[in-house]
């Protein structure tokens, strides 16, 4: 009887740990790579304290998009029995995938809805401390240097300007649906301001050009859903004053950045080496090459961790970079597992997009679809999963969101 009530009193005290730690990983995230792993494993070591508590197996059981990336994680171990890649290689691949199964880990921690609202906040909050310090780094109120990686003409905070506008597009989409949901007009007000003041941040501030694809796809998805049929003239007309604005403001960071990308595309050459100096011909060079090895092995694909051997067997001899990182997830994860990991990526994220629906709230819904649309469309131009902030990004929202799925239906 003794050791049943001490089994239990670990239990309850590691699931509350578990529950803070993935708190803090929310807060962490747009901030710190140390804190993240740290948490990360508390969050695991707490996870297996707790194991034995009942109705786990069937949280995980009844929810797909558990199952999935645990599905998905697998196929990376399947990956390692056959890749072209040496074992340091295959090791940091299967390290990269193993975040897939803190999904299920977090959709565990967070089916109480108390825990599930403050780490809402907590990685809203981290996001916000991002933008007010981007801002006085903007202004010349900030100093550079120390954590801070960025300079007034590219004030970008605690992450490079790629993920920073990533985050930041998705921030200014989440302030906007709680503005859109608000209980209050005061509060109605606040978030519509702090969205606008976020994509000013991403469009007109900092140079990361995924950010501005991103906010573009969202401002496309909120016209559609809020607006229905109206949505569609909103979206246009919204776009035609971005392009103007753009065109009127050739000193703004959108009108470089968009000239800029305009210039590499038009000068990139197919029998042509791309230069250091052009990401976007870097780019397409990277995905013609990756292609090649997607069709040498369409269906498992190089295996995990075999791409970087894959890509420079690819360019050996012929002048080209090499590289371990081709600059788009759905190529990577189709060089590295072929078809069958392609598929079943994008299987995890149509089921995603389908159970958002039946999320409890609608602006549950709206954020989930949201989360989701921004890692899809950055992920045509980034290796998202793979890359650390990114990953994490996409794997805390996953089970932060989708436990609701599992409590509401529980309810």
């Not at 707790?50 to 196929?75: D, M």
């Not at 109480?112 to 006085?136: E, K, N, P």
């Not at 202004?139 to 003409?153: E, F, H, K, V």
């Amino acid at each position: 009887m003794a050791g049943s009530l001490g089994y239990r009193a670990v239990s309850h005290g590691a699931e509350l740990t578990s529950r803070w730690a993935a708190i803090a990983l929310g807060f962490s995230i747009p901030i710190s790579v140390a804190l993240d792993s740290l948490l990360a494993l508390i969050i695991l070591l707490a996870c297996l304290l707790t194991i034995g508590y009942q109705g786990k197996a069937e949280a995980i059981r009844t929810n797909p998009v558990a199952w999935l990336s645990i599905a998905l994680f697998c196929l990376y171990l399947i990956g390692c029995t056959y890749s072209v890649g040496n074992h340091e290689d295959m090791l940091t691949g299967l390290g990269k995938a193993a975040r897939l199964m803190f999904i299920p880990l977090l959709i565990l921690v967070f089916q109480d809805a108390s825990t599930r609202r403050r780490a809402w906040y907590g990685f809203i909050g981290a996001m916000l401390l991002t933008l007010v310090l981007s801002y006085l780094l903007w202004l010349g109120l900030l100093p550079q240097g120390g954590i801070i990686r960025g300079s007034a003409a590219n004030p970008t905070i605690f992450k490079l300007h790629i993920t920073h506008n990533l985050f930041m597009a998705f921030t200014a989409f989440a302030c906007a649906a709680q503005a859109r949901y608000a209980a209050t007009s005061r509060w109605r007000s606040i978030w519509a301001a702090l969205a606008l003041l976020a994509a000013f941040n991403v469009l007109f501030m900092v140079q990361g050009r995924t950010g501005h694809l991103v906010l573009l796809a969202l401002l496309v998805y909120i016209g559609v859903v809020w607006l229905r049929w109206k949505g569609v003239a909103f979206t246009l007309a919204a776009i035609g004053v971005l392009a103007a604005l753009t065109y009127a403001l050739p000193s703004s960071t959108l009108h470089q950045r968009a000239a800029l990308a305009y210039h590499e595309f038009s000068a990139a050459q197919p029998d042509v080496a791309a230069t250091t100096r052009s990401s976007v011909g870097q780019r397409l060079e990277f995905y013609r090459n990756t292609l090649e090895i997607v069709r040498q092995h369409p269906l498992l694909g190089a295996g995990t961790g075999g791409f970087r051997q894959a890509y420079a067997g690819q360019v050996r001899d012929t002048g080209r970079i090499a590289t371990h990182n081709p600059h788009n997830e759905y190529l990577m994860v189709a060089a590295q597992l072929g078809l069958v990991g392609l598929l079943l990526l994008l299987a995890l994220f149509a089921v995603q997009w389908r159970l958002a629906a039946q999320l409890p709230t609608i602006r549950e819904q709206v954020l989930a679809r949201g989360m989701l649309l921004s890692v899809i469309v950055a992920s045509a131009v980034s290796s998202t999963l793979i890359d650390h902030a990114e990953g994490w990004f996409y794997v805390w929202m996953s089970g932060l969101l989708f436990a609701a799925l599992k409590s509401s239906q529980h309810s």
